[in-house]
């Protein structure tokens, strides 16, 4: 049997593999742009870890402001000197739980749950936090605006 599709119903066929690959390629950017700013998060874990102030740099955007446990505000260039300080010496940053949520796509919110253990004055300490990060797309590239640190534990 041979069937034979008026203009219309091709329009339509059309029309509807335009929609669908549309989504589909929304997806995949989503997907994309989660899978960065989990890779920016670690990143900025890393580099305080390794007191690499200069891969930190590239990650906070200039305006950055952090609320911190206490509730001091902190800037880019504070958490810059803080990540070279040789006051604390981070030996494990663990994520033990991430979650990222696009409001768009050039802003999202990194939800992130951690363990860790350091070293100051000689004395070892472990803790948990959680934090949440605010990302935006500037110029074609993810950076961190806004953080706020909540202390869960500390022994």
Same mark, same amino acid.
């Given at each position: 049997?041979?069937?034979?599709?008026?203009? @219309?119903?091709?329009?339509?066929?059309?029309?509807?593999?335009? *929609?669908?690959? &549309? !989504?589909?390629?929304? *997806?995949?950017?989503?997907?994309?742009?989660?899978?960065?700013?989990?890779?920016?998060? /670690?990143?900025?874990?890393?580099?305080?870890?390794? @007191?690499? &102030?200069? /891969?930190? =740099?590239?990650?906070?955007?200039?305006?950055?402001?952090? !609320?911190?446990?206490? =509730?001091?505000?902190?800037? @880019?260039?504070?958490?810059?000197?803080?990540?070279? &300080?040789?006051?604390?010496?981070?030996?494990?940053?663990?994520?033990?739980?991430?979650?990222?949520?696009?409001?768009?796509?050039?802003? /999202?919110?990194?939800?992130?749950?951690?363990?860790?253990?350091? &070293?100051?004055? =000689?004395?070892?300490?472990?803790?948990?936090?959680?934090?949440?990060?605010?990302?935006? @797309?500037?110029?074609?590239?993810?950076?961190?605006?806004? =953080?706020? *640190?909540?202390?869960?534990?500390?022994?």
């Amino acid at each position: 049997m041979y069937f034979v599709q008026s203009k @219309k119903e091709n329009m339509k066929i059309n029309f509807l593999l335009v *929609v669908v690959m &549309s !989504i589909l390629g929304a *997806v995949q950017a989503q997907s994309n742009a989660t899978e960065t700013i989990k890779n920016l998060n /670690a990143g900025w874990l890393n580099a305080i870890q390794n @007191k690499d &102030s200069v /891969a930190l =740099g590239k990650i906070l955007a200039d305006d950055f402001i952090m !609320i911190t446990p206490s =509730g001091s505000t902190l800037t @880019k260039k504070d958490n810059l000197q803080y990540a070279i &300080s040789k006051e604390i010496d981070y030996k494990s940053i663990n994520i033990d739980s991430v979650k990222v949520r696009l409001l768009n796509n050039e802003v /999202a919110v990194l939800s992130c749950w951690t363990s860790f253990t350091f &070293s100051t004055k =000689g004395k070892d300490m472990t803790g948990h936090n959680c934090y949440q990060d605010i990302y935006m @797309k500037r110029r074609d590239e993810w950076l961190a605006v806004s =953080g706020h *640190v909540t202390l869960l534990s500390m022994k």
